[in-house]
């Protein structure tokens, strides 16, 4: 393990003052895993952070760890000094990403719950030393994998706030339903926004308002879905993302691709939570407050990765009206020689991606590897994606990362190259210390 | 009163019947009657029952994921109009894609909004004996009381004989419920028997007769109750006689049926001519309503000689279609004057 310097300054932009000089990211062809960087915002004192990145687990263990850690206790010490302990439930899917969670901080306890159904199929559920939860901070770790889970996690949701405790988070790392959240026509019903409705109307805990932890949520707007009794919390995997390009043997040839206007969007906004990486992205400020527009948002961030050293392309993807015929093409930038990442929040049937994907081939990518947040591949559509093996980037990707937000596809995918799972652990545990 | 309504149906008394006539002349609206997949049948009846009642429909696919992908057609017609929903929550899994309907319909102008959700499940599971014990009867009431209001006010929620009384309290504000009974129907079922019939109501226990007993008083009444012997419990009848009478047994739902079956055993074994039993809500989940079925041989005896359920539970209805000793008693022209309210 070595450890890089950080460079000199890092670039901070403003909506009114772009683009300032910057030192791009130190090229390094020496595999590492730590690095530290430096957050520079306007006005506050710059933060150091620390990311070690274990790409040998699976899933891909990334441990973030805040400034002042010095300050704060390691796992290693004892841990209750400053830091807030927390009770951590889940559903039996997330199981295997609460233990995860657990390990990141002797501050997080698992707790557990009894899930059983009466002979009607419906829940008969038990929350075992109830008691012990009164003054503590509780947390929920929940998936709504499907429409028929969620009445038995939302019935612990709603129980659990009232058991006197003294704050509640519900995380909920991939919010379903997000593609459904439009009106087009009157008489479309837009799930989404009865699904941020439920959620919306957990009740209030002595702590006030729950805090309800969300990753790469599809639609920007469905952040003002959600009423005033809860705390909407939206977290990105995209930084975890960019740690782990940075451990790539070819770190310095890759190039990002956005398949269409909306994740750059997406991507951008997310991003201001999380400690910047030097020379991959600085601070942006209030510079992607909504725009209606969203090509001009997307050509603004476009420009400034390419000011911060970033090669990025716009790949845009839209359906012909004819059929259900897609025609992808390159908007912006140039693939060639390049190792293209493909970035979205999620996939469904992975039919974008591979329309993505053959374009790039054809536009002369050598290598090209996917990421989204949230695998959800309905009916195994993973399947379709064959690994490169060294090959031809037309019959295959190098890489196709996933978070472990969709449980099921994390089982599925396991082993099969190209798919590599970065786990949400280490971004939850920090979510839950706030 | 609503209750007054199915009352007069049965006609007791001529005051009732001329406040109800009064209270059917000053409330008639039109009311557009949208309805889930399980419950299409019931939803036709009810129209049925009414030239004012006209039924709307709703696509109900799902995307890839699994999840709902609803259309309400022509919702450009329900702006200022009377809407009303009738759910049916069979399942865990049928929650969501109705409740997003039931969200989704106040918000598009109407003049009011009724959801008639007939049988309100998780019933029975609405009290916390052990800190821990989650109540999701208080999940469901808190899903259902944040129903968006519409045009107009809050809108009405009609169940019926929901299984603890305590549950109307369950439902905030924002909600209007409205708490209707399938006994009339079945009081106007027993008056089609033979007059020889001594007819006996029989409740399987203490929580059945405060549910009910004042809705059936002119009946003689017995009660049962379980009793531990050892390690048994054991059915008893602890107040009224059998003997040489019709003992119908009445209970708001049946699930297994193991209750209503010692009922009926002890009930014969001291002395009833017949035994009859009604539930409102035929749940009866695995199939356990096969217990019931009469055999077409002349080895087992007839156990049941009627067994009467309402249609709140649409999957048992067709499940038993044609098959006695069971007999559906319809709730439609209930529900239809309770769209009226």
Request: a neutral charge.
């Amino acid at each position: 393990m070595s450890a890089i310097s950080p460079p000199q300054s890092v670039p901070s932009f403003s909506s009114k003052s772009p683009s300032k000089t910057l030192t791009p990211a130190p090229n390094s062809t020496r595999p590492f895993n730590r690095i530290h960087c430096e957050l520079k915002k306007a006005s506050a004192a710059p933060q150091k952070w620390t990311i070690d990145c274990v790409s040998s687990t699976d899933p891909i263990h990334i441990i973030l760890k805040p400034p002042n850690s010095a300050l704060l206790p390691s796992p290693m010490d004892s841990p209750l000094k400053n830091s807030k302990r927390v009770c951590l439930f889940y559903c039996s899917e997330m199981r295997d990403l609460a233990e995860r969670i657990a390990s990141e901080s002797d501050a997080i306890e698992l707790r557990s719950i009894t899930w059983r159904t009466f002979a009607d199929g419906f829940p008969n559920l038990f929350i075992s030393n109830a008691q012990g939860v009164r003054g503590q901070h509780v947390a929920f770790l929940a998936s709504f994998s499907s429409p028929g889970v969620i009445f038995e996690q939302l019935s612990i949701i709603y129980a659990l706030p009232r058991l006197f405790v003294s704050s509640f988070t519900l995380i909920l790392p991939f919010f379903p339903t997000g593609t459904s959240e439009r009106m087009e026509d009157e008489g479309d019903v837009a799930t989404a926004f009865t699904l941020a409705r439920i959620l919306s109307n957990i009740p209030i805990s002595m702590g006030g308002p729950a805090s309800l932890v969300i990753f790469d949520i599809h639609a920007l707007q469905e952040r003002f879905y959600f009423g005033d009794n809860v705390l909407p919390c939206f977290e990105s995997g995209i930084p975890l993302l960019l740690n782990r390009l940075q451990s790539l043997p070819d770190s310095d040839n890759i190039t990002i691709a956005f398949p269409d206007d909306g994740a750059w969007k997406r991507f951008h906004k997310q991003l201001q939570h999380f400690p910047m990486m030097s020379g991959i992205l600085a601070k942006l400020d209030s510079v992607y407050s909504i725009n209606s527009n969203g090509a001009i948002i997307f050509h603004v961030y476009l420009t400034k990765l390419k000011l911060c050293g970033i090669p990025a392309l716009w790949v845009v993807c839209a359906k012909v009206r004819e059929g259900d015929q897609r025609i992808v093409r390159i908007k912006e930038g140039d693939p060639k020689g390049r190792h293209v990442v493909i970035v979205d929040d999620l996939v469904q049937s992975g039919g974008t991606l591979i329309e993505c994907q053959k374009v790039l081939a054809k536009h002369g990518a050598t290598k090209i590897s996917a990421y989204v947040t949230h695998g959800i591949f309905p009916n195994k559509s993973w399947q379709r994606f064959n690994h490169d093996k060294g090959g031809n980037p037309e019959n295959g990707m190098t890489y196709f990362w996933i978070t472990d937000s969709c449980p099921e596809t994390v089982k599925q995918v396991k082993n099969k190259p190209p798919f590599e799972v970065i786990s949400l652990a280490a971004a939850i545990a920090s979510a839950l210390h706030i | 009163m609503p209750s007054n309504n199915s009352h007069c149906n049965s006609t007791f008394s001529p005051l009732c019947s001329s406040v109800c006539l009064r209270e059917m002349e000053r409330s008639k609206k039109k009311v557009l009657l949208f309805y889930c997949v399980e419950a299409e049948e019931l939803a036709r009846k009810v129209a049925a029952q009414s030239n004012l009642i006209q039924l709307q429909s709703i696509n109900w696919r799902s995307f890839a994921d699994g999840f709902p992908n609803l259309f309400i057609k022509n919702a450009h017609d329900i702006r200022g109009q009377h809407v009303a929903f009738l759910g049916s929550f069979s399942s865990p899994s049928v929650i969501f894609e109705q409740l997003s309907v039931i969200y989704a319909l106040p918000m598009l102008f109407c003049a009011s909004f009724s959801v008639v959700l007939p049988f309100f499940p998780t019933g029975s599971f609405e009290r916390i004996e052990e800190e821990g014990d989650v109540a999701t009867a208080f999940t469901l009431a808190r899903m259902l009381s944040n129903t968006p209001i519409s045009r107009g006010g809050p809108t009405s929620l009609v169940i019926y004989d929901i299984h603890a009384l305590q549950e109307r309290f369950y439902f905030g504000d924002s909600i209007l419920p409205v708490f209707e009974s399938g006994i009339p129907l079945l009081k106007e079922r027993l008056q089609q028997l033979p007059e020889s019939d001594k007819i006996v109501v029989a409740f399987p226990d203490d929580g059945a007769w405060k549910r009910f007993h004042k809705l059936l008083d002119h009946f003689p009444m017995i009660i049962c109750n379980k009793v531990r012997e050892g390690d048994k419990r054991i059915v008893r009848i602890k107040e009224g006689n059998p003997a040489g009478c019709h003992v119908v047994i009445v209970d708001d739902l049946v699930q297994s049926g193991g209750t209503l079956i010692e009922c009926q055993k002890v009930l014969a074994a001291q002395g009833a001519a017949k035994v009859s039993a009604y539930v409102t809500h035929g749940v009866f989940p695995n199939k356990s309503w096969e217990r019931f079925v009469h055999k077409n041989d002349n080895v087992s005896g007839k156990a049941f000689t009627h067994f009467w359920i309402s249609d709140s539970c649409p999957l048992t209805v067709e499940a038993i279609s044609g098959k006695a000793p069971f007999e559906v008693l319809s709730l439609a022209k209930s529900i239809s004057d309770a769209l009226q309210i």
